[in-house]
């Protein structure tokens, strides 16, 4: 997905999903850490209709897509399913960003979305999320555990 | 009235019901299938908070390739994420207006940094590991939503438990 094989729909096309994609979690309460946080002790179980209702257009698309396409129209880039190295990073990470998740109630998408309908107090968060990104790049720079990896 | 907004009935699993719940995700599910069947990118919304870096900083792992030339289209999609948002904030829920959270400050911040290390040490979030990993059914996506919850469960109940609210 060079610039050169790249459809001038590119940039638009991402928009007008992303566009979507906030909806949805404004939609859903996901943009407000009361409802995520209700969830989390148990007041409210609805929030496993998002990520299962989520989950389960992705997966048929993944499915449909790898088996019966050929190549992205806008990228001719091919159809893969999202599957990442499994090393102890990933439950590190989990667990890290589970405590915070739990603190706050905020997670990186639905913090944009909270910060799209107005919440201008989620930018404490936004502002943490930077730092903490930012904190671990220049940790593992040194560490040389930077890795290929997301 | 929102059914978001309204007090929580605690006798019932679903005191707001699940409608706005299930509609949202769908929502969710399908604007990553959009971009997904037009460009083949699985988006996710954590790795913007390194791929924006790589414009200010110098830091190595900001600048491999796939963020530097993946971050213009992650600013796009954020900006849509917010738009979308906004669109159904302000104009088209039950009651259009400003809304903000009254969980406290220092909550917002301290958790925000733990999530921001925790996504990117994790390779994930809830939109690529929660959503797209889960719909991939990658063994590696599972096992970090499996953790995250269990963690994410324990620290609310927890700061509840401590009389923390909201």
């Given at each position: 997905?060079?610039?050169?094989?790249?459809?001038?729909?590119?940039?638009?096309?991402?928009?007008v999903g992303g566009l979507i994609f906030g909806l949805g979690l404004a939609v859903s309460g996901m943009a407000r850490p009361e409802v995520v946080l209700d969830f989390l002790q148990f007041d409210d179980f609805g929030l496993v209709f998002v990520m299962g209702g989520a989950a389960v257009v992705t997966g048929i698309t993944f499915a449909v897509a790898t088996r019966y396409l050929d190549r992205a129209p806008l990228t001719a880039s091919?159809?893969?399913?999202?599957?990442?190295?499994?090393?102890?990073?990933?439950?590190?990470?989990?667990?890290?960003?589970?405590?915070?998740?739990?603190?706050?109630?905020?997670?990186?998408?639905?913090?944009?979305?909270?910060?799209?309908?107005?919440?201008?107090?989620?930018?404490?968060?936004?502002?943490?999320?930077?730092?903490?990104?930012?904190?671990?790049?220049?940790?593992?720079?040194?560490?040389?555990?930077?890795?290929?990896?997301? | 009235?929102?059914?978001?907004?309204?007090?929580?009935?605690?006798?019932?699993?679903?005191?707001?019901?699940?409608?706005?719940?299930?509609?949202?995700?769908?929502?969710?599910?399908?604007?990553?299938?959009?971009?997904?069947?037009?460009?083949?990118?699985?988006?996710?919304?954590?790795?913007?908070?390194?791929?924006?870096?790589?414009?200010?900083?110098?830091?190595?792992?900001?600048?491999?390739?796939?963020?530097?030339?993946?971050?213009?289209?992650?600013?796009?999609?954020?900006?849509?994420?917010?738009?979308?948002?906004?669109?159904?904030?302000?104009?088209?829920?039950?009651?259009?207006?400003?809304?903000?959270?009254?969980?406290?400050?220092?909550?917002?911040?301290?958790?925000?940094?733990?999530?921001?290390?925790?996504?990117?040490?994790?390779?994930?979030?809830?939109?690529?590991?929660?959503?797209?990993?889960?719909?991939?059914?990658?063994?590696?996506?599972?096992?970090?939503?499996?953790?995250?919850?269990?963690?994410?469960?324990?620290?609310?109940?927890?700061?509840?438990?401590?009389?923390?609210?909201?």
């Amino acid at each position: 997905m060079s610039d050169e094989t790249r459809s001038p729909w590119f940039l638009p096309v991402i928009y007008v999903g992303g566009l979507i994609f906030g909806l949805g979690l404004a939609v859903s309460g996901m943009a407000r850490p009361e409802v995520v946080l209700d969830f989390l002790q148990f007041d409210d179980f609805g929030l496993v209709f998002v990520m299962g209702g989520a989950a389960v257009v992705t997966g048929i698309t993944f499915a449909v897509a790898t088996r019966y396409l050929d190549r992205a129209p806008l990228t001719a880039s091919e159809y893969t399913r999202r599957v990442k190295k499994f090393d102890r990073n990933v439950v590190i990470g989990g667990a890290i960003f589970g405590v915070g998740w739990g603190l706050s109630g905020i997670c990186p998408g639905a913090a944009y979305a909270s910060f799209g309908v107005g919440n201008y107090p989620i930018l404490w968060a936004i502002a943490g999320m930077f730092i903490g990104a930012y904190a671990q790049g220049y940790v593992r720079s040194f560490t040389g555990s930077s890795g290929e990896e997301t | 009235m929102d059914p978001l907004l309204a007090p929580l009935a605690l006798e019932t699993p679903f005191p707001r019901g699940i409608l706005p719940y299930l509609v949202g995700g769908l929502l969710v599910g399908l604007g990553a299938a959009v971009i997904y069947l037009a460009t083949g990118i699985i988006a996710g919304a954590s790795t913007f908070l390194e791929s924006t870096l790589s414009y200010v900083s110098d830091v190595e792992r900001f600048n491999r390739f796939k963020y530097v030339q993946s971050r213009n289209w992650r600013v796009v999609f954020t900006l849509g994420i917010v738009s979308g948002a906004a669109v159904w904030g302000l104009a088209l829920a039950p009651d259009p207006t400003i809304w903000t959270t009254d969980v406290q400050w220092w909550r917002l911040l301290g958790g925000g940094i733990l999530v921001g290390i925790g996504t990117r040490l994790g390779k994930g979030c809830t939109s690529g590991h929660g959503v797209c990993g889960v719909g991939s059914l990658s063994n590696t996506s599972l096992v970090n939503v499996a953790t995250f919850m269990t963690f994410a469960i324990g620290t609310a109940q927890l700061v509840q438990a401590l009389g923390v609210s909201p």
